[in-house]
């Protein structure tokens, strides 16, 4: 099986944080402003801690994901049936070419661009007539009839730019939960995710798109 190398980072994040100083405060039971920095700090050092858990963005942030190409999962099978020898194929038939595209860190609130690069390394806009985008479980499928471009160079061949995340204001209550008890480990100087806030983050943990 063939490895289709992948990474994503964030290239801008201006949301609010999760939960604000005062609310965590309130939370903490702590009535005084000398630890409020501290306090900041930690909400979001565990937001980003259960984000990273999660696999799923809690505030909203622009995206950059990159790709060698567009895997198909079993596409070993197209291999095997060449038969045994050696033989000349481009990367995109090596990496199969799935009408699907699962990108790290839904929920997608949008897709700004899907650009591809080839062997030149030319950069080209896939036109976003060509495919739909399902926001809640972050794929990218193909119209029927469309396939995605062919004749790429081997590495970093395709380029995402989306935002994702629930946003400020719309996370999920047990997300937001786990987040005030992690910080309430970091503040009493205890460990951060706990056993418990697993469990309340297990109904949306999901698979990890980068490593496979």
Partial sequence: MRFNR???????????PAISTADMKTFLRVDNS?????IATYVATATEAVKQYLRLAVLTE????????FALAGADDRLLSLGPGVHTASVPYVLGGGETFDVAF???QSVTSVET????????TFSNTKYEVDLQSGRIY???????????????????????GYGSGSIPEPILQAIRSYVEQ???????????????????????????
């Fill in 186 to 212: 970091l503040y009493d100087g205890c460990e951060g995710m706990t056993a418990e806030i697993k469990r309340l983050l297990s109904f949306y943990r999901r698979a990890d798109e980068l490593a496979w």
């Fill in 62 to 69: 622009t995206f950059v994901m990159k790709a060698d190409g």
């Fill in 6 to 16: 992948k990474s994503a980072y964030v290239t801008a994040s201006n949301d609010s």
């Fill in 34 to 38: 000398d630890d409020d920095a501290v």
């Fill in 106 to 108: 839904p929920p997608l």
């Fill in 117 to 124: 690069f080839d062997r030149s390394n030319a950069a080209t």
């Fill in 142 to 164: 193909l119209n029927e009839g469309e396939t995605w471009p062919t004749d790429l160079r081997a590495q970093d061949a395709v380029k995402i730019t989306y935002v994702a």
